[in-house]
């Protein structure tokens, strides 16, 4: 069975830091692109960043480039998503998600970010 | 900024069709931009219905009903429902390549069934 686990999520002030992982099972997890995708409260989903399955290939949705780093180690099946000057507005859930088939096929059930003073 | 747009909201009556567009603000969504759809009901992560939609062919995620299907109709991308039924009910967001590995989701369109 395919799992995505993502931990890492809380409380933190404006300004500060977090790291989120995602730990996954169930597939070859060196195989496969690895994303995250965030969704605020009430609100759409918005795509963060992406990472292939070497790390050759990095790439980050404008908003995020230069505060947020993706990474992963296929050692520890494992994604990460260092998330640095947090504001406010990156209040949300995280999803940890799979590029499957030209599409998200598996999610995580994401962990909770609440930046607040 | 390019933007993904979506109807932000669609009503539709049980055993109706309705189709659900995806544009972007500057530009077109086309083949090239691999569009997708994803259906979430709230407290659930979305899942996948439609991707690498073209003007010609779709493919329909595992287990998804036929009556979902995805197009290319000018300009946009859509994803039409056949015999609309009341588990429909949820949020719809398309997904679009906009080149040098940058992803966008549309804003979302919450469909009601009644």
């Known amino acids: 069975e395919v799992q995505l686990v993502e931990s890492g999520g809380g409380l933190v002030k404006p300004g500060g830091s977090l790291r989120l992982s995602c730990v996954v099972s169930g597939f070859s997890f060196d195989s496969y692109t690895m994303n995250w995708v965030r969704q605020a409260p009430g609100k759409g989903l918005e795509w963060i960043a992406s990472?292939?399955?070497?790390?050759?290939?990095?790439y980050y949705a404008d908003l995020m480039r230069g505060r947020f780093t993706i990474s992963r180690d296929n050692a520890k099946n494992s994604v990460y998503l260092q998330m640095d000057s947090l504001r406010a507005e990156d209040t949300a859930l995280y999803y940890c998600v799979r590029w499957g088939n030209w599409n998200y096929d598996y999610w995580g059930q994401g962990t909770l970010v609440t930046v607040s003073s | 900024q390019t933007v993904v747009t979506q109807e932000p909201s669609f009503s539709v009556s049980p055993g109706g069709t309705v189709t659900l567009t995806c544009g972007l603000n500057?530009?077109?969504?086309?083949?090239?931009?691999?569009p997708s759809w994803y259906q979430q009901f709230p407290g659930q992560a979305p899942r996948t219905l439609i991707y690498?939609?073209?003007?010609?062919?779709?493919s329909r995620a595992s287990g998804v009903p036929d009556r979902f299907s995805g197009s290319i109709l000018g300009n946009k991308a859509a994803l039409t429902i056949t015999g609309a039924q009341t588990d429909d009910e949820s949020d719809y967001y398309c997904?679009?390549?906009?080149?040098?590995?940058?992803?966008?989701f549309g804003g979302g369109t919450k469909l009601t069934v009644l």
């Open positions: 690498s939609t073209n003007s010609r062919t779709n």
């Open positions: 997904f679009v390549y906009l080149g040098g590995g940058i992803w966008v």
């Open positions: 990472i292939s399955k070497s790390s050759d290939y990095i």
């Open positions: 500057s530009g077109s969504v086309s083949s090239s931009s691999y």
